[in-house]
């Protein structure tokens, strides 16, 4: 309960825009991506710089309450649903690059600027940032921060956690922590590894040192066509296998993409059962041999045709393609749902088979489009919500397919993290001493459990079960 004059308070620090209390306004903060589960905050806040974050936060802990950090709402497992915290801190105010340092390859930047915002701001030096989900151009780095996010070229450059010098973290009692940055090597515990991936429960990052990168010289972006996805899947070990490492290497099947070749009219093979979309990147020397061997590969594993896009408009068009595939899928069944999950790359042919006979098993549809080089899998299960029955063997199959890629020694998540929507599935992968070990982590940094409470890892006190399908899909 807030005591009289708390809002009064709040308009002091943030001024009077920075408080959205009205029923209609809050609407927008009750769902993240991860459209499932819904729940409107009382209050959100909307500091307008770091040090007005650490104003509201200590404001919070001496009224004991609880609080959810927010960017832009693109996470897609609910991390930022208002579970047992009614007041939401969104950083989507807190929008400046404060410093770029050519020299050093490095950015300041505060937590609400959007991913691509980097890119943009350095592409004249010919610099980017690496880390590249396909929602970039609205998510915020705040949030690739938590998430620990990836995108299509993680397979070769790696995820945020490997572009992030240092992070200024506010803690859930408002006091300020510089972790890390800006110097490469630091000596002593790696902290700002800590904090990315830790989706908002060590408290609210306000800044972080980012590292940048050289944008490729020059790219080369082949289509392989297959008649089955077997073969797709084993050519990517066979690519794997052979020391290339590809920017991009991405599968769609034959499902997904003649729905996609419906859509978008993008010259898509609609005969094949499956296809690799394979980018190489870097200096222009080596990038023919590559592509020779990339073209041997295909051609052992029985590609029938390998596509090269002669020019940069066919190459974006054949991202266009991969990107919005999930966009497509709407045309095959009034309602779908995508999961998440992960594999080491040589799995990749067998959770397919696995993913298969859970359709065969449950009498669903199944289709993939994922980052098949990164062993991260897509599965996007087709149902109709007006069949109760066919709901109940959606959420079975979804479950049989996560518990297989930890089978397989992998992961219930590849990139969308955990926040509410897989805290059940925690203990497949952790036991009880591992998760009472990181409670035990977390309470270091927030003992009283203020910062995005019951997100991450399972307590006995809330629990947000699946009822229904999540129908969103992200790649
Ligand atoms: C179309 C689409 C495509 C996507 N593609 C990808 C992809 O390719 N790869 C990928 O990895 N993800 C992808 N995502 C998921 C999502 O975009 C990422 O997880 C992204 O990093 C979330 O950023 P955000 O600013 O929207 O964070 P939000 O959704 O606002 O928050 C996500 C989590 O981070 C916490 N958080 C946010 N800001 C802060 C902060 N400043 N300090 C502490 N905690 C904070 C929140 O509490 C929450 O737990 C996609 C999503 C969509 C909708």
Redesign the pocket.
């Known amino acids: 309960m807030q005591r009289p004059g708390f809002v009064h308070h709040l308009r002091g620090l943030v001024g009077d825009d920075g408080v959205v209390d009205r029923p209609e306004a809050l609407l927008v903060y009750e769902c993240?991506?991860y459209t499932l589960e819904r729940s409107s905050p009382e209050l959100v806040v909307l500091p307008r710089t770091p040090a007005e974050v650490a104003q509201v936060l200590r404001l919070l802990w001496a009224e004991g309450i609880a609080f959810?950090?927010?960017?832009?709402?693109?996470?897609?497992s609910g991390?930022?649903l208002p579970v047992g915290s009614p007041i939401m801190v969104c950083?989507s105010r807190l929008q400046e690059i404060e410093s770029i340092d050519i020299a050093n390859r490095r950015v300041v930047a505060q937590?609400g600027v959007v991913n691509l915002w980097v890119s943009r701001a350095v592409a004249h030096a010919g610099l980017l940032f690496a880390p590249d989900?396909?929602?970039q151009t609205?998510?915020?780095i705040?949030?690739?921060?938590?998430?620990n996010?990836?995108?299509?070229h993680t397979l070769k450059y790696g995820v945020t956690t490997n572009h992030v010098l240092g992070v200024e973290l506010v803690l859930p009692t408002g006091e300020v922590a510089q972790l890390g940055g800006p110097v490469e090597d630091r000596i002593g515990y790696d902290l700002t590894g800590l904090v990315v991936g830790s989706?908002?429960t060590f408290g609210?990052?306000?800044r972080a040192t980012l590292r940048l990168s050289r944008a490729p010289e020059s790219y080369r972006t082949f289509l392989a066509v297959f008649d089955s996805v077997g073969e797709a899947s084993e050519a990517v070990s066979g690519l794997i296998d052979s020391g290339i490492l590809p920017a991009a290497l991405e599968m769609m099947d034959g499902l997904i993409l003649r729905a996609v070749e419906d859509a978008f009219h993008a010259g898509l093979p609609v005969d094949a059962e499956a296809v690799l979309l394979i980018e190489l990147d870097g200096p222009e020397t080596g990038l023919d041999s590559q592509s020779e061997e990339v073209r041997t590969i295909c051609a052992e594993h029985h590609a029938v045709e390998v596509r090269s896009a002669r020019d940069d408009a066919e190459r974006a068009l054949l991202w266009k393609a991969r990107k919005r595939a999930f966009g497509a899928v709407g045309r095959l069944a009034p309602n779908y749902c995508t999961q998440d999950g992960v594999v080491p790359r040589t799995q990749v042919p067998e959770i397919l088979r696995r993913i298969s006979a859970t359709a065969e098993k449950h009498a669903l549809r199944i289709g993939n489009v994922f980052h098949a080089g990164d062993g991260n899998i897509h599965p996007i299960i087709l149902f109709d919500e007006r069949d109760r029955d066919e709901v109940k063997r959606v959420l079975a199959a979804g479950r049989e397919i996560l518990e297989a890629c930890v089978e397989l020694g992998g992961s219930v998540t590849g990139?969308?993290?955990i926040?509410v929507e897989k805290i059940a599935q925690m203990p497949l992968l952790f036991s009880p001493q591992d998760l009472h070990a990181m409670t035990t982590l977390r309470s270091v940094f927030d003992p009283e459990r203020r910062a995005?409470p019951h997100?991450l890892l399972p307590d006995s006190k809330v629990c947000v079960e699946a009822r229904a399908p999540r129908r969103?899909a992200?790649?």
């Not at 705040?142 to 998430?147: D, L």
Request: aromatic fraction near 0%; glycine fraction near 26%.
């Open positions: 993240d991506g959810v950090p927010r960017g832009a709402g693109t996470g897609l991390g930022t950083t937590a989900p396909s929602s609205a998510c915020t705040g949030g690739n921060v938590a998430e996010s990836g995108g299509p989706e908002g609210l990052v306000t990139e969308h993290g926040g995005n997100k969103q992200a790649m």
